[in-house]
């Protein structure tokens, strides 16, 4: 393999590289622009057991570097998924691909995974427990430990396949929640999923977003992501994906550095759509000017000293 | 879609809060009704703007400063390179027209019109143009739809200038089909008024403009669509006005 490549619980990729969940849809779009094989992988559109039409808009508010999004997980729902969506993204992408799931009850996530389990190119499953934006839904899961540990689980109980469990900043401590996830048998975390903010028009005095609040995401939050992924990755014994505000090749060796196996890019890829390219492109020269032999190397080297 | 980089030739205000922006560079494939996603410096997501010409290397997009991402837009100067996303939408379906369309377009949402009306005379109809504002002063392209050899009617809500009321006190006795683009109260209304089909163009916050975020949904007669990418553009029939 190539001085890019890393191992995702037992998987190797070609390189970090991977677009996070609800930035990519099931791949096709991107494929029009550029061939997405370019890609460590990809995590597919949050799919969940019914089909989703999310929240009211407007859903997207702009921040200084950055956005906020209350999306509130469309889409269309996973037996859609398998038959239309799938094979669409099969017909443009040949790696193993992250299968995002989410659901509103323990029994709909084991329902979820388990759907969608026999899909030879699903390679992982990441488990989202922490989206912000539905009412009584996701949010509760992700901020309790032992809700995060049933799910976990749950999910656990219903695939062989390697488990993630996508993770929520919007805690005071990520460490326990983390370490419950692993105890129960999740593979893997991956952080942070979006912060939870708003915005205030001037003009109406309401908020931008018809939800009133979303998950703000975009170069701003990096700093975040950054300490929260070194603070779970020293405390578990499990690969850590990092994500948040990456969108360059600097970005990617900072993550790695604070501990993260593979990375994920999400606003980025809805700013400029050629970002993973281009960041996987700029990923050797980049290794070079700082002194980077192979980048599975620099997984949390900044844990010592 | 296409990501291409533009120079400004020229931008200009044609009123008050309405600007003219000419940008060279490559427009190949570009459909009327389709529109452009600007990155203004600055500011982390780009500006949705609809198409209002597209001559071979020569893209002109009218557009309303309504924030300060579209201030900064209008305070961008010539030689200035935007990296525009290109081509984004559906457009509007020019083979619908019939030997009379009817172009409705209420005040930013006159500029994809020309295009249109534009792409309609190549086509050998000459579409009958109604254009709506709040009052006088925010008439824009009134005439320029004229030298294109279109009848136009001006309608201003306030009757300052041409037909005192709303665009849909305007229509005209016959018409095959129309092309609509306006906020959505006007839209609302046209969809209401009209006797032919139609398509219409909405307008929505969007995040990428090109499909990937769902940011831009809306829930029609056939299922949830995006703005962005099954849209702007919508057949009158689908679209849903239970608000």
């Not at chain 2, 559906?90 to 083979?95: C, E, I, P, Q, V």
């Not at chain 2, 709303?166 to 095959?176: H, I």
Request: hydrophobic letters at 40%; glycine letters at 12%; proline letters at 6%.
């Amino acid at each position: 393999m190539g001085r890019l490549s890393v191992n995702l619980c037992g998987i190797e990729l070609e390189n970090p590289v991977i677009p996070a969940s609800g930035t990519f849809g099931f791949g096709y779009e991107f494929a029009e622009l550029y061939d997405i094989n370019v890609l460590g992988t990809f995590s597919f559109k949050g799919t969940t057991r019914e089909p989703r039409f999310g929240n009211p808009t407007p859903r997207i508010a702009e921040c200084t570097a950055g956005m906020i999004n209350a999306v509130g997980l469309q889409n269309p729902g996973v037996e859609k998924v398998l038959t239309e969506e799938l094979p669409k993204l099969k017909a443009c992408f040949r790696k193993p691909v992250m299968a995002n799931v989410s659901g509103f009850s323990v029994e709909d996530y084991a329902y979820t995974v388990q759907k969608l389990d026999a899909e030879e190119q699903i390679g992982w499953f990441e488990v989202n427990v922490s989206c912000p934006n539905v009412h009584g839904g996701g949010m509760s899961f992700g901020t309790s430990p032992e809700a995060a540990a049933q799910v976990t689980a749950a999910v656990r109980g219903v695939t062989k396949k390697p488990v993630l469990v996508k993770l929520s900043p919007n805690v005071t401590d990520i460490v326990p929640i983390a370490k419950a996830c692993e105890a129960a048998g999740a593979d893997g975390v991956s952080l942070i999923n979006t912060l939870l903010g708003m915005r205030i028009d001037l003009k109406t005095k309401r908020p931008v977003i018809a939800n009133v609040m979303g998950g703000f995401s975009g170069p701003a939050i990096l700093p975040v992501a950054l300490r929260m992924v070194y603070q779970t990755a020293k405390a578990v014994n499990i690969p850590v994906v990092g994500m948040g505000g990456v969108g360059t090749a600097e970005d990617v060796i900072e993550m790695m550095l604070a501990g993260a196996s593979a990375v994920e890019v999400g606003a980025a890829n809805l700013t400029d759509p050629f970002a993973c390219p281009k960041i996987i492109e700029a990923l050797p020269k980049t290794m070079d000017r700082y002194g980077i032999k192979n980048l599975k190397d620099i997984i949390g080297g900044a844990f010592h000293g | 879609m296409k990501n291409v980089k533009f120079m400004i030739q020229s931008n200009l205000s044609l009123t008050a809060s309405v600007y003219e922006m000419r940008l060279a560079g490559d427009t190949a494939g570009i459909l009327p009704g389709q529109f452009v996603n600007v990155q203004v410096p600055g500011f982390y997501l780009r500006r949705p703007i609809s198409v209002c010409g597209c001559e071979e290397g020569l893209l002109t997009l009218v557009y309303k400063t309504v924030g300060h991402g579209t201030e900064a837009m209008a305070r961008m100067q010539p030689g200035d390179t935007p990296d525009l996303l290109t081509g984004l939408g559906n457009g509007y379906d020019l083979s619908k027209a019939g030997d009379a369309p009817l172009l409705i377009g209420g005040g930013v949402g006159v500029p994809p019109l020309y295009y249109t009306a534009k792409k309609l005379l190549e086509r050998g109809v000459t579409p009958a143009v109604i254009l709506g504002f709040n009052t006088k002063d925010e008439i824009f392209y009134e005439n320029e739809f004229r030298a294109l050899g279109c009848g136009v009617t001006v309608t201003t809500a306030d009757g300052s200038y041409g037909v005192k009321g709303f665009v849909t006190d305007a229509l005209p006795e016959r018409y095959t089909y129309f092309y609509a683009c306006g906020p959505k109260p006007m839209l609302k209304a046209v969809c209401a008024k009209t006797a032919s089909g139609g398509e219409l163009s909405l307008e929505e916050r969007m995040g990428c403009g090109f499909g990937a975020c769902m940011g831009c949904s809306i829930q029609t007669a056939n299922g949830p669509k995006r703005v962005c990418k099954e849209g702007p553009v919508f057949k009158k029939e689908d679209l849903l006005w239970e608000d």
